[in-house]
């Protein structure tokens, strides 16, 4: 199977957990749009979803599927999102689709966190991805020379401009041993909007794509 595949099986086996009647939390990134495809086919069911990005915005509703402004709910059963690294504490590396603010602040709302991600984004230690940090522009060089004392990297991630006006720094080499810690730290700097770091907030279930079918790992 093609790593698509894979994507394309979580993202359809997360349809087990949108329950009739509900808003549902969407995230950002080629594994969400597997999602979406499948929440269209329930969305004469669904109350509607809140999303995590103007991509996903753009996908939802052109399959017809009401998109709420998050100010105007204060329920989510569910929040379905991918991830670019997850280890067997359901903590993640996110943002790869620089989308990790608004994933973060919906994730944060919603009941419970259902990450979809095929087998190549599982790992024993965080940071063999590069760590996504959005900056405020003007703090890019004190947050990029404070990321350096924390041990990493870090590198502009050029042409990206996120959904919030802002930029992107990628971490590289870091060896995230203590993830709350790490996320609590970065997050402390003046200038940081957000770490995609989600180690406070892990995933509560995680829909593994693998060769041998869909794997579903339980906080
Ligand atoms: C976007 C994200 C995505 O969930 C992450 O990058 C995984 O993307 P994909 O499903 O395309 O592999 O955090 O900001």
């Given at each position: 199977m093609t790593q698509d595949e894979l994507k394309k099986a979580v993202g359809w086996a997360a349809l087990q957990y949108v329950q009739p009647g509900?808003?549902?939390?969407v995230g950002t990134g080629s594994t969400a749009a597997h999602f979406i495809d499948a929440l269209a086919?329930?969305?004469?069911?669904?109350?509607?979803?809140?999303?995590?990005?103007?991509?996903?915005?753009?996908?939802l509703k052109s399959l017809g599927i009401p998109v709420f402004d998050l100010n105007d709910v204060d329920d989510i059963a569910v929040y379905v999102d991918g991830a670019d690294e997850i280890?067997?504490?359901?903590?993640?590396?996110?943002g790869g689709g620089a989308a990790l603010t608004r994933e973060k602040i919906v994730a944060a709302v919603a009941r419970?966190?259902?990450?979809?991600?095929?087998?190549?984004?599982?790992?024993?230690?965080?940071?063999?991805?590069p760590l996504p940090v959005e900056v405020i522009p003007m703090a890019r060089a004190y947050v990029a020379r404070e990321l350096v004392k924390l041990g990493g990297q870090p590198e502009y991630r050029q042409q990206v401009v996120?959904?919030?006006?802002?930029?992107i720094l990628d971490v590289h080499n870091l060896q995230i041993l203590d993830p709350v810690a790490m996320e609590k730290n970065i997050n402390a700097?003046?200038?940081v909007v957000t770490v995609g770091l989600?180690?406070?907030?892990?995933?509560?279930?995680?829909?593994?794509?693998t060769p041998d079918g869909v794997k579903t790992i339980l906080k």
């Open positions: 509900t808003i549902v939390g086919t329930m969305k004469h069911q669904i109350e509607g979803a809140v999303s995590s990005s103007e991509a996903s915005t753009l996908k280890n067997p504490h359901m903590q993640m590396i996110k419970k966190f259902i990450c979809i991600a095929d087998a190549s984004k599982e790992v024993d230690i965080l940071g063999r991805f996120t959904d919030n006006g802002n930029i700097l003046a200038g989600f180690a406070t907030r892990g995933a509560d279930v995680a829909l593994i794509g």
